[in-house]
Structures are given as C-alpha cells and as structure tokens.
C-alpha cells in the first residue's frame, strides 16, 4: 500500500462511486449499441472450469462478439466431487458435461483440437491440425500440469499407466477407485501429497477420507498412509479431530497415517517394480495401491508459448488479468501466480474479471474494480463438512486477502447441514459453469 | 445470541509489485484499514460482486433448487437487512457471517440493487427452452447488464 496515493474518506467514497456503480447495474435487456467492434473475436484456450465460465459469462455481457473455445476433449469431468466417487457417493458420469449448451444456448464456436503456439504478433492461436485462428482477445484457462520427476522414477506413462495421479478428473479416477476395490483385505495404501501451491489444497486429505469410509465398510484392516511433502494443510484441525474419533487417528492402531515433511514424509523416489515408495529419509513403504499427487507447474502451453516467461508459475497484470508478454492475452485459473487458492470458484470468478476486461477494452472504457471470492465447502464424511471463506479485494498492484474458516464442532447438526451444504455447492456450481 | 467474532486469519498478501516478481507479506489488518485501502479504488459494481456468489446461489443468484436460498428478484431491503446482520453475527448461520463479513455498506446495497433487479425465476436446464432469461429460439438474453 503506498501512502503516496490519496485517502479518500469512508463517505466520499460513496459519493463518488457508489450512485454510478448503482446505477450501472442490473440492466435488464442491455442493448449491444455500444460495442464499437461487433465482430470482436475472442478465442479461448481451454474448456475447463475458467474456460467454460469465460465463455458463458462473455456471452451473458454480450450478444454479438464472436467466442471460440478450443478444447481437446469432447467431455469436461469436473474435479470437486470426484473424490466422492471413491466411496461411491459420486459418479463421473454425474461430474461430466458435454459442450452442446456452450454451442446451442451461448454460441459458442466449440473447435475440439489441441492449442499448440501463439503467434503474438499476427494475433493467431496454432492448433494441433495446423489451422491457425485469428483473434482481438485470447483468454488461457489451460489449468496445471504436473512434476513428475519431483518423485524419481515416477512419469507421465506411469500415471496414464498403472500408477494414475487422479488429479484430474475422469480415466484416473475410475482406475485408482478400480484398484482400492480390489485391494487385498488388509492391504495398504499410500499417497504422495505434493507440496507448493495444488488445486483444491485440502483434496488430498478429503481423498485419503473417502477411501477410508469405503474401506471402512469393504476392507476394515487396511491401513492409509499419506506421506507429505509439507507440515501443514487446510483444515487439518478437522481432518484429524474427525480421524481420530473415527479412525483412532494418533494411536497404534490408527487407520489413516500422516507423516509430515519435517518427520520425513516427504516421498522422493519410485520403486514402481516391488510397488515401493522410498522417502527422503531413506524408508521404504511398500503399498498395494501407490497414489503419487506430483507438485504442479503451469501447462506445457502456457510454458511453450512464453507466458510463464521461464517461471514457475503464469505472472498478470493485478487488476485484468491480462499477460504481461501481451495485452491481448489474459491468463486465469490454476496457471497463474495469484495469491489465491488454486479452486474452481476461484477460476470461475478470475474468469469474471477477465469478461469486464474485455468488454470495457472493446468499449474502450476503464475496467470496473475486481472482486473475487472463494467459498469452499468440504467434507470428510457425509456427516462432516467445514468451510472456508477467502475473498480477494482489489488494491492497485495487488490483492487484499481475507479469510475466515469454521470451527471444528460436534455438534452433529452443524456438522451434518455443512456436508449437505457442501453436496449442494457442488450441484450448484456445475449448473452455473455449463448450464 | 450472538457469534463472537472468530476472525481467524486477515492477511494482507502482495500479488505483483513488478513482473515476475511476488512479494508475498502478510499482516493482521483492522477494519479501518480495510476501509483505507477499499477508499483508494473505485468501489466494485453490484454485478461484480453479485455474480462472484453464483457457485453458491446460480448464475445471477439463480438457483432455486438447492438448500443455499436465491439471490435473484429478492427484496432490496432483506437483502440489506439479512446481510448486516449476518456481518454482525447476529445469529448463527453455517457460512454467511463468514462470507458477509467484509462487505460495507455500500457493497451491500450495490449488491442489493443488483439483485432486486433480476427475474424471481430459475436458472433454465438445457433441456428449458421457456425462460425469463431466454430469447424464444433457446438463446442466452443479455441479463444483469455490463458492469
């Protein structure tokens, strides 16, 4: 915050701004007069949750731009609730949208190919069939991609293999459920929990919760061990408050193991032969069923096409969004190096400020003031939830955070009406992305 | 009854001081100091801060189906009134006094506005072709207006 810049008081605050942003809201039949640049083509790259909501809410502020979504697969599988799938209270089926409303109730131009380059200069996105599209704007949603190598031994193949991560949702979720089924009475699972930022931080451990309330059930002697790369994660007072009333968590006999960094948790090498972990402790955990989660980096796309700009993460432009390789070029969701979760909501409200962006550039006016929200409910049981509330305020150069989570209870009804709520924000939140 | 305030973490994080560099730092921030940071920006618009609500309460606060109440056609003033009090922790809730809680009063009636101004119907499946939010051949109405 620079003292430089001018303090203006509570109520001039509201007098300058409060009656225009008042007064610019809530249009019903918005006329399109204003657009100067009806033919505006805004491409976007990625029909994931950033993508999708970039699409339908671009077109929701507009009705004549042209919107083009370039996306690989036919299907989206959303991530939040894909866990449940584990102790099948989920299916994919129920997770997994097609691009027709996108098509039909939005027009959108959905191009089932892969992105490959950008040419900045020419203002062209190259795709996998050598097709070159123009645009005015490009918007990248392209979401993570992972650090394999991060865990020696494990690869790509292995997790298209027999040894899926599950990160994203769909093939590998129904793999990793196929083997937990399976696994021998007694037996012992295993995952790698990454450290640096991951979408959804809490999945891991609401992951290891639904398999154990499956086993619970199918295989009450297994043993769960997640052997972690950092000493912290998000709701952990609940998690283990839960664990041990439920699963004798912290005694000899606990079903679900954690073992911290600082106590060598952290899992570097692969056995994949003999199905071994080894940790930077040099201990070797053999497990019938293997779940490396690696650390994640921004796409393969986002990294080729120079947006990453040899960093880890995608760096933007605090109030828009937009590159800083090129001010036609917005970049959102899990890619970016924003001080935000890495959720859904939050790429879902990124992509928000991104349409007021474009649309204000093409009426060649100022962006309105982002706001973003991230409201996550989680569950460990579907008996227990707890929530989390960020929101990200907007303050020039940077965002303000502030966050509040819930408290562990046992009260049984508090617990039980935050795992409904969580069951409804998932519903919810699917229709608002691809209804 | 009311909640005692559990604010459990305020933090100011730095997101792009110059390209490619993150100063992350992370301070206890009172409310004035909210406030004075909030003073030096425009304040953001109704739809801006109503529609980051939608993964809860629909697109357009549209979702009437679901155990979170909707947003859109309610009353102005029960918006106002319901929000306050949850900012002020009034009574229990499960999540709103810790969502409410960093709104100003201006947010909230921006908010409200916005709201009030959108149709009391649900957000259409795609198999809905009849819609407050619809044209008659199945597209998207430009509802909710620009910023």
């Given at each position: 915050m620079s003292s430089s810049q001018s303090m203006l008081s509570r109520r001039d605050l509201i007098k300058r701004f409060g009656a225009a942003a008042v007064a610019g809201?809530?249009?019903?039949?918005?006329?399109?007069?204003?657009?100067?640049?009806?033919?505006a083509h805004i491409v976007i790259v990625g029909g994931g949750i950033g993508g999708a909501a970039t699409a339908k809410y671009l077109r929701l502020a507009h009705g004549k731009v042209r919107i083009t979504l370039v996306e690989p697969n036919p299907e989206y599988t959303f991530c939040?609730?894909?866990?449940?799938v584990f102790n099948g209270h989920e299916t994919l089926e129920n997770l997994t949208f097609n691009y027709d409303t996108m098509r039909q109730r939005y027009g959108v131009n959905v191009i089932q190919d892969k992105a490959v380059a950008i040419d900045y200069a020419k203002r062209q996105l190259r795709l996998g069939s050598g097709e070159n599209v123009s645009y005015d704007k490009l918007v990248v949603s392209t979401g993570p991609d992972f650090i394999y190598d991060a865990v020696e031994g494990y690869s790509a193949a292995h997790a298209a293999g027999?040894?899926?991560?599950?990160?994203?949702?769909?093939a590998q979720t129904a793999k990793l459920k196929a083997q937990l089924d399976a696994m021998p009475q007694g037996g012992v699972f295993v995952m790698s929990s990454p450290d640096g930022a991951y979408r959804c931080p809490p999945a891991p451990y609401e992951r290891v919760s639904m398999i154990a309330d499956q086993l619970s059930r199918t295989n009450p002697t297994a043993k769960l061990i997640i052997l972690d790369s950092k000493n912290r994660y998000t709701f952990q007072e609940h998690y283990e408050h839960y664990w041990t009333e439920?699963?004798?968590?912290?005694?000899?006999?606990?079903?679900i193991s954690w073992v911290a960094e600082k106590d060598g948790?952290?899992?570097?090498?692969?056995?994949a032969r003999n199905k071994t972990l080894i940790t930077a402790s040099g201990e070797k955990i053999k497990a019938d069923v293997i779940n490396i989660i690696p650390p994640h980096k921004a796409s393969k796309f986002a990294i080729d096409a120079g947006l990453a700009q040899g960093q880890r993460w995608v760096d933007f432009e605090?109030?828009?969004?937009?590159s800083l390789v090129d001010p036609n070029v917005y970049v959102i969701g899990d890619m970016v190096n924003a001080?935000?979760?890495?959720?859904g909501m939050i790429a879902s409200n990124q992509a928000k400020v991104v349409v007021e962006s474009i649309v204000a550039d093409l009426e060649g006016r100022e962006p309105g003031t982002p706001f973003i929200a991230n409201n996550c409910v989680a569950i460990i049981s579907d008996d227990y939830g707890m929530t989390i509330a960020d929101t990200h305020r907007f303050a020039g150069d940077r965002y303000l955070v502030q966050q509040r989570i819930s408290e562990v209870t046992d009260n049984p009804y508090v617990r039980h009406i935050r795992a409904d709520l969580a069951k409804n924000w998932q519903r919810t939140f699917r229709k608002e992305i691809f209804h | 009854m009311k909640i005692k305030n559990q604010l459990l973490k305020t933090a100011l994080v730095a997101c792009?001081?110059?390209?490619g560099l993150v100063i992350a730092a992370e301070a206890k921030l009172s409310d004035a100091e909210v406030n004075e940071i909030n003073a030096q920006f425009p304040m953001p618009s109704g739809k801006m801060l109503g529609d980051s609500?939608?993964?809860?309460?629909?697109?357009?606060?549209?979702?009437?189906?679901?155990?979170?109440?909707?947003?859109?056609?309610?009353?102005r003033q029960h918006f106002i009134d319901l929000m306050k009090a949850f900012r002020q922790g009034d009574f229990p809730t499960i999540v709103m006094h810790d969502v409410a809680y960093v709104y100003t009063d201006a947010e909230i009636e921006a908010m409200a506005d916005y709201f009030a101004s959108?149709?009391?119907?649900?957000?259409?499946?795609?198999?809905?072709?009849?819609?407050?939010?619809?044209?008659?051949?199945?597209t998207i109405k430009q509802i909710g207006g620009a910023q």
């Open positions: 809201t809530g249009l019903f039949g918005f006329s399109n007069q204003a657009w100067s640049s009806k033919s939040p609730g894909s866990n449940e027999d040894l899926p991560h599950a990160w994203k949702a769909g439920r699963y004798g968590f912290g005694t000899e006999n606990e079903v948790g952290r899992a570097v090498k692969l056995d605090a109030k828009t969004f937009k001080p935000m979760s890495k959720t | 792009l001081a110059l390209p609500c939608a993964a809860c309460h629909g697109t357009l606060g549209a979702e009437f189906n679901e155990g979170m109440p909707p947003l859109a056609g309610m009353d959108l149709p009391a119907e649900q957000w259409p499946a795609p198999n809905i072709t009849e819609s407050a939010f619809l044209n008659p051949d199945g």
